[in-house]
């Protein structure tokens, strides 16, 4: 990838000027397997009661929208007790506009001692890190892409960061942490006066129990979590954060006023109200992955066991494979790992459309 070059009037921030774009491609394709997107479109009721919702809201757009987004926050803590068994309250929970801007203000409050996460992992993390001017450092996984506690916990101990990044499971690689460590790791980062930070972006897809069991436990730990995902709700940008309601005071200083608008809080609320319908695609979803996972190996590649809703699978040349796959209309991702692609489960067209395609690439060569 060539830099961009920048002409010399702008005076653009040195340590920017390095950096491209996030971009994983938007190509029409036949199927689009390559942002980990729910493939199911919401319900004709949930169209319908968005629609009335947001209708009803348009009458006061031109009043700014509840600057707390008090309403969200109650149901978004309401849907978390209910999945988790947890006693969460409003204040203990921050919504914005998709959990990378959760990621961007936990930066701007806490980022003055450095981040650390476990790479592979989320690519978001280091680059949001970059754009706010937070020192990344880059911690290591296990070959086999878990988390060895002992190293991590050596890595954590060396660097004193103040944000400690865990994905679990673990985009790009589906792998999942076990709640026994999360503790581990949470008293580590206590011992560093550091916040541990979970990123469950795909915790509705895993059956290991949600770190959001251990916020009584431990208030310097933050869970994220996403609607564009399992909720299939990625279009609206809605993400959040659970954790100890001086964490959520800290979003407070560097949130931007009424960021979230009338028509997000609308639009996530009425989505919660519908959440069996949304979260009804969770089981199809696993058993797709389980039978794709099947017809992957059947053509001699390996699969990483995966807990979310898409698979990392070695190919021998990636690029090509990728490119292959594009030319038969299936748009997968390239994350940049030698030796491997990574496939987001789709409906049943579009797991079929893959399997057919990647045979065909194989075969091909
Ligand atoms: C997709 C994803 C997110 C979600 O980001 P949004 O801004 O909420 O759409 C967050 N973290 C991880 C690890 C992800 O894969």
């Not at 407070?252 to 996530?268: C, E, K, M």
């Not at 979260?279 to 066991?305: C, D, H």
């Not at 030319?327 to 409906?347: A, E």
Request: aromatic letters at 6%; a negative charge; proline letters at 5%.
């Amino acid at each position: 990838m060539s830099l961009h070059q920048w002409p010399t009037w702008l005076p653009l921030r040195e340590d920017l000027a390095q950096l491209s774009p996030y971009g994983a491609p938007q190509v029409p394709s036949l199927a689009q397997l390559n942002t980990n997107e729910n493939p199911y479109p919401p319900s004709p009721a949930l169209v319908e009661a968005i629609t009335a919702r947001i209708s009803l809201v348009a009458n006061t757009l031109n009043r700014y929208p509840d600057r707390d987004a008090i309403e969200l926050r109650t149901e978004l803590a309401r849907f978390l007790n209910n999945l988790s068994g947890t006693s969460l309250n409003a204040d203990q929970i921050w919504a914005a506009n998709g959990s990378n801007e959760i990621i961007q203000s936990l930066y701007l409050a806490c980022g003055s001692k450095g981040a650390l996460g476990f790479t592979p992992s989320y690519s978001m993390h280091p680059l949001i890190a970059r754009v706010t001017g937070t020192t990344w450092h880059e911690g290591l996984r296990e070959e086999d892409f878990t988390i060895d506690i002992d190293s991590a916990v050596a890595q954590i101990l060396e660097h004193k960061p103040g944000l400690t990044f865990v994905t679990t499971p673990n985009n790009p690689t589906g792998t999942s942490i076990s709640i026994g460590d999360i503790s581990l790791l949470a008293k580590t980062c206590a011992s560093v006066s550091g916040l541990l930070v979970i990123d469950e972006a795909y915790a509705e897809f895993s059956s290991e129990p949600s770190a959001l069991t251990l916020l009584d436990t431990f208030p310097h730990l933050v869970v994220i979590r996403t609607m564009s995902k399992a909720f299939a709700f990625a279009g609206v940008r809605l993400g959040y954060l659970a954790a100890h309601k001086d964490v959520v005071n800290a979003m407070l200083l560097v949130r931007l006023p009424y960021h979230l608008s009338s028509l997000t809080q609308a639009a996530g609320i009425v989505a919660l109200e519908h959440q069996a319908e949304s979260l009804a695609t969770i089981a199809t979803l696993i058993a797709s992955r389980e039978s794709l996972v099947a017809k992957i190996e059947s053509l001699g590649s390996t699969v990483i066991p995966s807990s979310a809703n898409f698979l990392l699978f070695s190919v021998d040349d990636p690029k090509e494979i990728w490119q292959s796959l594009l030319g038969q209309g299936v748009l997968i991702r390239d994350v940049g790992l030698s030796g491997y692609l990574r496939v987001t489960i789709g409906n049943e067209a579009e797991n079929e459309r893959f399997i057919s395609a990647l045979r065909q690439s194989l075969g091909g060569k």
